[in-house]
């Protein structure tokens, strides 16, 4: 095989690397994946998740990014396959939000503030909203679906270095999340640990979300037969192991909100690593000879991203942007 025939090598199956090779795969293009990890063992698989609005950097790709996203997840609610669906629920603070939303709020055709009747006791301010929550074990198996059937190459099988990447194709698109740490030797990117307890849904049909700065918040997100309770935020920490006293502040939190999740049966603790970074990086580098695509750091709103910067990411490949 020519280099220039080789197919182009997207390194990551998460929701990243996995969107990223379905919109390749489907312009026309070969394309091989290549993951350390099965998909669902990713970080993505345990995200709640919610698209909503994106506090990070830089803020003017970032709006760009959710606001493609926001077409792309209600569109996808429409197929029933997908695990997407659009639920109604509450984004609440113990503090006054005041009146100012982040552009992208504009999205949501139903947003409005919450009654004070709608607040849970300890809030103060809140807004109630009709979003995309994607149930991501059945979401990235619907990627996966997707992309071998426009003719992608899945490969479990880590790559080494950069170096080995651009060896092995000219183009290279570089989704490996927390792992671009080592991978890019980008000391920017970190961990910011999330754990999540899953329980048997009492019959809960919409979304809770505590905005909050603080690395311990209550969160829930419906799906069919369970709900994703979180939530924890811890920078630098790389611990895989779910935590006992972790789960058992979630669940009190949640139940607090919400009390019908006090006595839910729990079927399963995980815990996940949002990658980190002072700003999402999507561009550009030119690697011995090759071209890397770099789109890593997406935080705490990856999911959220996924579908603007996998267009952007295979925009550069194609030399569109
Ligand atoms: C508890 C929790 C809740 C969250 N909730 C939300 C939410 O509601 N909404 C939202 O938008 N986001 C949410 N997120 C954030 C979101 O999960 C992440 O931003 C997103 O999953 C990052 O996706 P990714 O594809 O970049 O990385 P990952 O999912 O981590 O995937 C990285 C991939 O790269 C592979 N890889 C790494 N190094 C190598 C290598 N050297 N060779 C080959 N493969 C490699 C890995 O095996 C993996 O396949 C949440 C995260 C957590 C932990």
């Known amino acids: 095989m020519t280099a220039s025939a080789a197919p182009v090598l997207v390194i990551g199956a998460g929701v990243q ?3 990223a090779g379905v919109v390749l795969a489907e312009a026309g293009q070969r394309v091989r994946i290549r993951t350390a990890d099965r998909p669902q063992d990713t970080t993505s698989a345990v995200a709640g998740a919610m698209w909503g609005p994106a506090m990070l950097r830089p803020a003017e790709r970032v709006l760009y990014w959710v ?7 209600s569109a996808l ?3 029933e396959n997908s695990g997407v669906h659009l639920a109604a629920g509450r984004m609440a603070a113990r503090f006054d939000l005041g009146d100012v939303v982040p552009p992208e709020a504009k999205l949501i055709p139903d947003l409005r503030p919450c009654t004070p009747e709608e607040l849970p006791e300890g809030f103060v301010s809140g ?3 009709t979003v995309p929550l994607i149930d991501m074990p059945r979401y990235l198996d619907y990627l996966v679906a997707r992309f ?3 003719g992608g190459e899945l490969q479990l099988s880590p790559v080494p270095s950069l170096a080995d990447a651009v060896a092995e194709s000219p183009t290279v698109v570089n989704c490996t999340g927390v792992g671009a740490r080592e991978l890019v030797g980008d000391p920017g990117v970190h961990p910011v640990r999330g754990q999540h307890v899953v329980v048997r849904n009492p019959g809960i049909d919409e979304y809770f979300v505590e905005l909050s700065d603080s690395g311990e918040f209550a969160a829930y ?4 037969d369970r709900v994703v309770l979180g939530g924890v935020a811890v920078e ?6 779910p935590r006992r006293e972790v789960s058992e502040g979630i669940r009190r939190r949640c139940a607090e ?3 019908r999740l006090a006595d839910a049966e729990v079927l399963a603790d995980l815990v996940g690593l949002r990658p980190g970074r002072e700003a999402v990086r999507v561009e550009v580098e030119e690697y011995e000879g090759g071209r890397i695509i770099h789109n890593y750091g997406h935080g705490g709103s990856g999911v959220a991203l996924s579908w603007g910067c996998a267009f952007e990411a295979v925009d550069l490949v194609e030399g569109i942007a």
């Open 17 to 19: 690397g996995l969107t």
């Open 67 to 73: 606001t493609r996203s926001h077409a792309e997840f």
């Open 77 to 79: 609610a429409r197929d």
């Open 127 to 129: 807004y109630y909203a």
């Open 148 to 150: 071998q059937a426009a």
């Open 221 to 224: 997100m419906p799906h069919g």
């Open 236 to 241: 630098h920490d790389w611990n895989m192991v």
């Open 257 to 259: 909100v919400e009390p």
